[in-house]
């Protein structure tokens, strides 16, 4: 199914939100990903808060109900 995914910062993105609500796909994924740090949400700006795991600035708090 990743293979689809043409895009890797948003293949990070999307595991990413799928580690915050327990679906644990990093192990699949691990090797996809690249060394450089993107946004989370890039039309915020920069903060300091890295994910190291996802390789993501998180420049958004996500809070879900």
Known sequence: MWEKMNSIVVLKRLGYLLDLRGFGTYDELK???????DLLNPLLPR???KNSKWKLIINQRLEYA
């Open 31 to 37: 090797d996809k990903l690249n060394d450089k740090f």
């Open 47 to 49: 903060t300091k808060e």
